[in-house]
């Protein structure tokens, strides 16, 4: 099945001149690092290609080579195919609807669990690390050398969607593609140094309150934290300072799902759910109209900030009841600090 629409997919790429692509909205290092792989690999081989994401590049990503080549709408009139990666959901789509529609052919590459394919070619494989790792073995069948270029947008991909190679979905299939990504030349160091360790002083002190504010039931198997609109306002951040929050508070020690509720400006909830890889997230998110990973998953919910940490939290007390404690120690539940 999915050999054949591998070779459907290489004989379009071969075949076919202009190209549009597009990932989705709040793109991560997968998608940014996804589309750029596969444009630079279209380039290569002498087609024109424009990249949309009507949100821009993220400042995360904006050490990712040629992102200078994302535009916020397209240019051209029209493209022969529409290429959409790492995007499960028709409304996360970040390309206007009418420039996709106006193409001959839709493409869709993704790896997520809870992907809804309805484009023309659909390549889902959710045992995929990241989008970049498919898009990996796409590029080894192409008329391509992976350059440097190359490289390190696969590399930011994979690094990003295996939170640095440490993540449940870290497996030997990704670990073999990332090493020849370094022989090609992309630098771990210098990659994994802007994704998981630089901070801007807004991002640093947001994380400080968010993990201030944790709170926990569950005897500590559920542990969430709430950022509201206060809070972004006083300090001037936005989503882009809260980038892997959400990995601190699953961290905690005895956490088996942990939640980050922030508050938009849009009178949407955002909610990012993380488990230890036992409890599928993403089924919890999708009841709220989101998806994602079994490990990671998140979705927007309009409504009070209140009322969506009341209904999330509902739901995943219910989850984490069904089966009991997973370990015999017994967490103490923490405090609000604030
Ligand atoms: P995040 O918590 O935003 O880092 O997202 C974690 C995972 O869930 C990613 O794979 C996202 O693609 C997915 N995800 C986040 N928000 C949504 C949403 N509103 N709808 C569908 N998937 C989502
Ligand atoms: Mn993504
Ligand atoms: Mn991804």
Known sequence: ??????????????????????????PDGDAIGSVLAL????????????????????????????????LAQPTCARADVGLILDCSGQDRIAAPPEALAACDLRIIIDHHQSS??????????????????????????????????????????????????????????????????VERGADPHKITYHLFEERSAKASKILG???????????????WSVLDRATFDALQADDDDIE??????????????????????????????RSNSRYDVSRIAEEFGGGGHRAA????????????????????RQVLAADGPSSPMNHQPLTMLS
């Open 1 to 26: 099945m999915s050999e054949a629409v591998v070779q459907q997919i290489v004989n379009v790429l071969g075949e076919k001149r202009t190209f549009l692509l597009t990932t989705h909205i709040h």
């Open 39 to 70: 444009r630079a690999a279209l380039v290569q081989m002498g087609k024109a290609c424009e990249v949309v994401n009507t949100d821009g590049v993220p400042q995360l990503c904006s050490f990712v080579p040629t992102c200078e080549f994302i």
């Open 116 to 181: 809804q394919p309805n484009a023309d070619l659909n390549w889902i494989d959710p045992t995929a690390s990241a989008t970049g790792e498919l898009i990996y073995e796409l590029i080894k069948r192409l008329p391509v050398e992976i350059d440097a270029t190359i490289a390190t947008c696969l590399y930011t991909a994979l690094a990003t969607d295996t939170g640095g190679f440490r993540f449940s979905n870290t497996t030997p299939r990704v670990l073999r593609a990332a090493a020849e990504l």
């Open 209 to 223: 309150i968010a993990l201030s504010r944790l709170q926990q039931d569950c005897g500590g198997r559920l542990t």
């Open 244 to 273: 892997n929050v959400v990995n601190f508070v699953r961290n905690v020690r005895g956490t088996e799902i942990g939640v980050l509720f922030r508050e938009g400006d849009d009178g949407r909830v955002r909610v990012s759910l």
């Open 297 to 316: 998953a998140g979705c927007r919910l309009r409504t009070t900030l209140e009322d969506a940490v009341a209904r999330v939290l509902h739901r995943a």
